[in-house]
């Protein structure tokens, strides 16, 4: 052993049917090998120089776990030298059956939803079947999709920052996978069931729809686990980076038809989703079910994101309207890497911009008084 990842045979001859070279395999053992990203994401990178006060870049939660998940997790710790000592990953999996009303063949737990969202891009695209996404949405699909050689076409959102489902099918008749993020990282806008469904109904009958529902505890929108009935041909991420504040504790799920799963899972994908941490699952299973927690920690984001975005627009600037943790506002003239620039200056660290729209910047939600201090960085930016 060299310790390169290796593939087993029946992935690799799936993989070279669909239009993979040999010199494509060891990429993409390396790639999920590693944890599925092509690379440190450029949206977790560390922020060079001091640290600022105050990180509103991630879309991170502004506070930690659930209080009844942080005492599974610390409960757990203390059996943790058994790799199975109560079955965690099942009890995870009954937690999601009841939180999202799916039978246990159509849950598939990963670390995060990023490795969920690659794997799909190397188990349903390919270089003869493309990716279709919104333009701006959240980028690690097409990283993973360039990174493979899989051709990306990239669709503005429509003027009310909807998906453009039927751009996006025109785009690429023939696409293997389209990815629908919503609410979408980075507006916070949410594209309807009906045009995915849309979509799901006009898609050639090998493509999958891939939807991207990081946010949506947030938004509290109708989940396209509700298309599960019309199609086996939708898959739906989640995770527990955002409104559960787990990101450090990576914990997400996919939610699909058992073929789809068993495909995403072909890539040595089985171990990974297999060895998940005790802590992690514990504190996952025991925060999904607390509704009134849910509900609670998304009023108080809707609160913040009234009062900031009321803010900034008596400033002069426009805000998309967003029902997530993050929103978009439009400097004008200015450019986003250069207000990013001037707010770090003041202690506090906005989020990106997208090259389509480079005056616009994302800003996290966060506390009142994060978003007071943005405020008050803000305004000392535009005086500097
Ligand atoms: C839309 C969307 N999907 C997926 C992810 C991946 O997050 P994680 O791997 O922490 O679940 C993110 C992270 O910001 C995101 O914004």
Not at 348 to 370: H, K, L, M, Q
Request: net charge positive.
């Amino acid at each position: 052993m060299d310790g390169q990842p290796q593939m087993n045979r029946a992935a690799g001859a799936d993989l070279l049917r669909r239009g993979y070279n040999r010199r494509d395999l060891g990429r993409i053992a390396a790639l999920l090998g590693v944890g599925a990203v092509a690379a440190r994401p450029t949206w977790a990178a560390a922020v060079p120089g001091p640290a600022p006060r105050v990180m509103i870049d991630s879309n991170e939660c502004w506070t930690g776990p659930m209080e009844p998940g942080q005492a599974a997790a610390r409960a757990i710790i203390a059996r943790s030298n058994r790799y199975e000592p109560g079955n965690e990953r099942d009890k995870f999996i009954a937690a999601v059956m009841k939180a999202d009303g799916v039978p246990a063949d159509h849950v598939s737990p990963w670390p995060g939803s990023s490795d969920p969202l690659s794997r799909a891009v190397v188990t349903f695209a390919s270089p003869q079947r493309g990716l279709v996404t919104a333009d701006p949405t959240f980028e690690l699909a097409w990283t993973t999709a360039e990174y493979l050689g899989v051709p990306i076409k990239k669709i503005p959102l429509t003027a009310d920052y909807r998906h453009d489902v039927k751009a996006m099918l025109a785009a690429d008749p023939q696409a293997g996978l389209y990815y629908v993020c919503s609410p979408n990282n980075p507006t916070g806008t949410i594209t309807p069931l009906d045009d995915i469904l849309w979509l799901v109904r006009n898609k050639p009958a090998w493509a999958k729809v891939l939807v991207d529902e990081a946010y949506i505890h947030f938004a509290g929108t109708p989940s396209a686990v509700a298309l599960f009935g019309q199609s086996e041909d939708v898959v739906v991420l989640r995770t527990f980076s955002k409104l559960f504040g787990m990101a450090g504790m990576r914990m997400g799920y996919a939610l699909s038809d058992p073929a789809n799963i068993a495909a995403m899972q072909r890539y040595d994908g089985d171990a990974l989703s297999g060895s998940l941490p005790l802590p992690s699952l514990a504190c996952a299973t025991a925060s999904l079910g607390q509704t009134a927690l849910i509900a609670q920690r998304r009023a108080f984001m809707e609160a913040n994101l009234t009062f900031v975005t009321r803010e900034v627009e008596r400033r002069g600037f426009k805000v998309i309207p967003s029902r997530a943790n993050m929103f978009m506002i439009d400097w004008n003239d200015r450019l986003a890497r250069q207000m990013r620039d001037a707010i770090r200056k003041q202690g506090v660290e906005i989020g990106r911009s997208w090259p389509i729209w480079p005056n616009v910047s994302r800003v996290t939600v966060s506390s009142r008084a994060e978003m007071i201090a943005f405020l008050n960085a803000l305004d000392r930016a535009l005086k500097a």
